[in-house]
Structures are given as structure tokens and as C-alpha cells.
């Protein structure tokens, strides 16, 4: 009778590991194959391969290091600035408005110059050291996989390393590379967990430290929490569960209390910039996400058609998905980006490509040797032809923000040479030139004022995100002592004698400024030689 009883104890414990790892048939295919190749090679093979993605991926980071990060990151770059000079967490002094959606990496660059790092090399640095941390997180991200060092593993990183936008945004200068890893830390936690029926143990806290990081971050925890108690009620809703979601209520709850307390509002100031949760903007939204997934080689993810099949039995299949795809709707939603190189989509690439390896896995199981190969051609070849289509964004907006920020960077430090400290400047581009010049700035745009950012103009997001807002009599009344209008004008040379060079209004402040019949008797047209030969060309008050 014992030792039936001991045979029918090692039935069900060998039952319930089968039912609670669902890749278990993946294990053995991948060992039968495994056991084809020489024992060394079957092991190390993968794990030296490994090893170079690495270094494929700070190969990238490095290879776009080399150029300027975008005007924007030098927002962040002054709060962080003020706040170690012992000013606070202040754009302008004596001003509060939360001109960042973005704490955590504007506390980590401020930490960074503290050291005495500067902030350019500081994001650079942190952001490559954060892009490979994300290939490690997810290499063996599927279940079936830890503890195993299988070539399929390698299928998610391989495509992250090589994707342009992801080595771009790495190290442009703003918080992308930092949200990836910490949803993609999250997010490999969770599908282990879901996979066996329990409460993952530390996920909440990645994903509060992701909702420090952008505001999209607790996106990820609902839906973890939502998917956990639909499909193991029992289980989430116990003490565990209870335990879990208190770590993320305590830190983002935190974060919320503070921002009221000391900003006096319940989100960032881009928030109310740019989420306009319009027809027009959600339309904006979904072409760019469109751009992403419509795209020459954009076959690669019809690859994940099996994975998606699969998660009507696997958990872990599903609530990836799930996660996925939600988090695409939430960017459509929030009508896309301004910029060229899909940052907004870099946080769910590695999700995406595992839901792409998962497929791949499962759909060469039934194929024969020679579709298998077939199969690998088709989607080393899907995947080129899509990092082409992505690196020509990319690329785009390399040469327009290196362009761009050589001159700003020009005006920022010839103003501060020859005007005097307390000189304000209003302009749209409120990050390298205020950052260079040190003087107070008033951001045409609305990315760092509160009133432009609450403004409610007509046909709210058919234009370009984060560019539709201003109000030119509200600039005008705020006297600033130059405008730097024509999104700061710089001229390669002056128009020869007779003529005068006048900037062209760019976006709605400028507009109105320059429609202003008091303009003339305000402002008068200057010129200001730079330090690398060109010409600034803006608008001075009248004594």
C-alpha cells in the first residue's frame, strides 16, 4: 500500500509540473535536437553567440553614441542641473512646473553629476548600459527556457540587437533604454509566474520604478494584476497577491503624492501638452503605429501567428500578448510621436520579437528538415528588409538632430558670451539653447509652461505632437528680452545690403506674435554672428 501510494504521489506531482510548465514539450524537442550536436557544442555553442549580441549591441549603441542627442533630452538635462546646484527640480528658477515626464532618469543623470559626470556622456553611458541589460533580461525570457541554453533562445535577442531604433534610443539622450529594461524586467518575471499559476514575487516594484520612469508604466502593472485575478482569482486575490500590489501602490502612490505636493498637479505638464484623446489624434496615433508594423518586412511578426494560437492554452503566451498590444493601443491612443524612429514603440520590441520566436519555435515542430531551414531564410531575410525600412527613420532623425543641436549649441554659448546674466529668451525649442545659455527660458511650445500646455486651440491632434499648442499675446505679455522665433532662425550669411533678414514663424506662438499688430513697436529685427561662423537672426526688445 506505500509503495502505491509513493507511485501515485510521483503521478500527480509529475502531473502538475507538466500542467504548470507549458513549454515542457518544447524542452524535450529542443534536448532531442540538442542531443543530434556534440555535447560542447550543443552547450557553449549558444552561449558564445550570446556573447557576441552583446557586444553587436553596445556596438550599436556606440555607433550612434557618436552623434548629438535630441534637443529635448537637454530638458531633462537642466532639472537635473538645478536640482544639484541645490535649485530643486526646476526648469526655470522659483518656477514649478514638471517639465519631464521622466523622474527616475532625471534623479540618475543628477546622481551622475553630483560625480561630476557631464550629463551629455552621463545619458549615454546609462542608456547603452541599460540596452544591454535588456538583451540579457531577454535572452531565455520564455519559461520553458530557464535553466536551458537552447538556440532558440536567441531568436528575441538576436532581432533586438539589430534593430536601429532600439541602438538609437538607447543613447539619444532620454529615458527610452531605461523603460525598456525595466518593462522588460517586469514582463519576464510575470510570464513565469503566470505560466505556473502564482503571484510573481518582485515585478510590481519594476513596474513602479518604470512609472517613475514614464507615465505609460503603470499600464503594465494593471494589466498584470487584471490578467492574474481573471485567471487564478484564488490565487491573486490572497495575501501574496496583496503584498505584491502593495509595493507598486506605495512607490507610484508616493510619486503621485509628491508631484501634488510640490507641482500642485496629478500629471506631468507634457501630459496636458500632448494626449489630446481626440479622433484626429488617435488617428495620428495609429499611423504611427502603423508606420512601424506596415512596413516593408514587416511579414517578420506574421511569424508570431503561431505563439497567438498557442495562448489559448498557454498563459504565458497569452498575457504577453495581451501586454503587447495593449501597450500599442495605449500609444495610438496618445496620438504617437513627434519624432522620426519609433521611440515610442522600443519598449515592446523585445515582447514583440519573443511572441515572434515563440511562433517560429512552435511552427518548425511540424516542418522537415528542409522547411526549417527554408523557414529560418525567410525570416533572417523579413527581418533585414524591416531593420531597413527602420533604420532609414532612424537615420532621419540622426541628421536632422546632429545639424540641430551643433547650432543650438552655437546660439546657447554666443548668447551667454554676450548678453548679460538675467537675459530672458522666449523659443520653441526649449532645450539646448536654455541649457547652453543658462538664461531664463519661456517655451513657446508648452513643453515646460503651464498655461501653453492647458491652451485648447481648434483641431486639436491633426498637427504634429507636442507642436500644436501656444499663445503668442501670453509670450508677448511675459516681455521677454529676446525671441528666438523661425524655431531659432541660424543663417549661413547675411542677405547682402537693402535687404534685412527677418525670421519665419514657425507653429502657433510664433503666429500670433508676428500677426501682433504691437510687434514693431515692441521688438526690432537683430543679428548675432555665432561661434561657428553662421548668423542668429531674432528679435530684440526696444529699450
Known amino acids: 500500500m506505500t509503495r502505491a501510494r509513493s507511485q501515485r504521489r510521483r503521478g500527480k506531482s509529475s502531473q502538475i509540473e507538466s500542467d504548470g510548465t507549458s513549454g515542457l514539450q518544447s524542452d524535450k524537442t529542443e534536448a532531442a535536437t540538442s542531443h543530434q550536436l556534440p555535447a560542447k557544442v550543443a552547450t557553449v555553442a549558444p552561449a558564445v553567440l550570446f556573447?557576441?549580441?552583446?557586444?553587436?549591441?553596445?556596438?550599436?549603441?556606440?555607433?550612434?553614441?557618436?552623434?548629438?542627442?535630441?534637443?529635448?533630452?537637454?530638458?531633462?538635462?537642466?532639472?537635473?542641473?538645478?536640482?544639484?546646484?541645490?535649485?530643486?527640480?526646476?526648469?526655470?528658477?522659483?518656477?514649478?512646473?514638471?517639465?519631464?515626464?521622466?523622474?527616475?532618469?532625471?534623479?540618475?543623470?543628477?546622481?551622475?553629476?553630483?560625480?561630476?559626470?557631464?550629463?551629455?556622456?552621463?545619458?549615454?553611458?546609462?542608456?547603452?548600459?541599460?540596452?544591454?541589460?535588456?538583451?540579457?533580461?531577454?535572452?531565455?525570457?520564455?519559461?520553458?527556457?530557464?535553466?536551458?541554453?537552447?538556440?532558440?533562445?536567441?531568436?528575441?535577442?538576436?532581432?533586438?540587437?539589430?534593430?536601429?531604433?532600439?541602438?538609437?534610443?538607447?543613447?539619444?539622450?532620454?529615458?527610452?533604454?531605461?523603460?525598456?529594461?525595466?518593462?522588460?524586467?517586469?514582463?519576464?518575471e510575470d510570464v513565469g509566474a503566470h505560466s505556473r499559476g502564482e503571484v510573481p514575487r518582485y515585478s510590481a516594484l519594476w513596474y513602479a520604478l518604470a512609472a517613475w520612469t514614464r507615465p505609460e508604466g503603470p499600464y503594465f502593472f494593471m494589466v498584470s494584476a487584471l490578467f492574474g485575478v481573471v485567471a487564478a482569482p484564488r490565487v491573486w486575490l490572497s495575501r501574496q497577491g496583496v503584498r505584491w500590489a502593495a509595493g507598486f501602490v506605495l512607490l507610484e502612490g508616493g510619486h503621485l503624492v509628491w508631484r501634488v505636493a510640490y507641482y500642485g498637479d496629478i500629471f506631468p505638464n507634457p501630459y496636458y501638452l500632448k494626449v489630446a484623446w481626440t479622433a484626429a489624434s488617435v488617428g495620428r496615433g495609429l499611423a504611427y503605429v502603423g508606420g512601424f508594423f506596415a512596413a516593408p518586412g514587416a511579414a517578420l511578426f506574421l511569424a508570431a501567428i503561431p505563439a497567438l494560437i498557442a495562448a489559448r492554452r498557454e498563459r504565458w503566451l497569452l498575457f504577453l500578448s495581451i501586454a503587447t498590444v495593449g501597450y500599442l493601443g495605449c500609444v495610438a491612443a496618445e496620438g504617437g510621436d513627434a519624432f522620426a524612429g519609433f521611440r515610442f514603440l522600443v519598449p515592446v520590441l523585445g515582447p514583440a520579437y519573443v511572441l515572434v520566436q515563440e511562433g517560429a519555435r512552435r511552427a518548425a515542430r511540424s516542418l522537415p528538415s528542409w522547411g526549417k531551414t527554408g523557414g529560418a531564410l525567410v525570416l533572417v531575410a523579413a527581418a533585414a528588409l524591416h531593420g531597413l525600412h527602420v533604420k532609414g527613420e532612424v537615420d532621419a532623425e540622426v541628421a536632422g538632430s546632429d545639424d540641430f543641436i551643433q547650432s543650438m549649441r552655437a546660439v546657447g554659448l554666443t548668447l551667454r558670451e554676450q548678453f548679460p546674466p538675467g537675459t530672458t529668451i522666449a523659443l520653441n525649442s526649449a532645450g539646448a539653447v536654455p541649457y547652453y545659455s543658462e538664461f531664463r527660458a519661456y517655451d513657446m511650445l508648452g513643453v515646460t509652461d503651464r498655461h501653453i500646455a492647458r491652451t485648447s486651440p481648434r483641431g486639436l491632434g491633426r498637427g504634429q505632437s507636442g507642436h500644436e499648442k501656444g499663445d503668442g499675446k501670453y509670450i508677448l505679455g511675459l516681455r521677454p528680452d529676446l525671441i528666438l522665433a523661425g524655431n531659432v532662425a541660424v543663417i549661413d550669411r547675411l542677405p547682402p545690403p537693402g535687404f534685412q533678414a527677418r525670421p519665419l514663424p514657425m507653429h502657433r506662438s510664433e503666429e500670433e506674435i508676428f500677426a501682433d499688430p504691437a510687434l514693431p513697436r515692441l521688438y526690432e529685427t537683430g543679428q548675432l554672428r555665432l561661434s561657428n561662423g553662421k548668423w542668429l537672426v531674432f528679435l530684440r526688445r526696444r529699450p
Do not use: M
Open 51 to 188: 556573447t557576441l549580441l552583446l557586444v553587436a549591441t553596445a556596438a550599436g549603441s556606440f555607433y550612434y553614441a557618436a552623434g548629438e542627442v535630441i534637443d529635448d533630452a537637454y530638458i531633462s538635462f537642466r532639472y537635473a542641473r538645478n536640482l544639484v546646484q541645490g535649485h530643486g527640480l526646476v526648469f526655470n528658477l522659483g518656477d514649478r512646473v514638471e517639465g519631464y515626464s521622466n523622474l527616475l532618469w532625471v534623479l540618475l543623470l543628477a546622481g551622475a553629476a553630483a560625480l561630476g559626470v557631464e550629463l551629455v556622456v552621463a545619458s549615454k553611458v546609462l542608456g547603452a548600459a541599460c540596452a544591454v541589460a535588456t538583451v540579457v533580461a531577454l535572452w531565455r525570457f520564455a519559461p520553458e527556457d530557464r535553466g536551458t541554453v537552447g538556440w532558440g533562445a536567441l531568436i528575441a535577442p538576436a532581432l533586438l540587437a539589430a534593430n536601429p531604433s532600439f541602438a538609437l534610443w538607447s543613447v539619444h539622450g532620454l529615458e527610452t533604454a531605461l523603460f525598456t529594461l525595466l518593462v522588460t524586467l517586469g514582463l519576464r
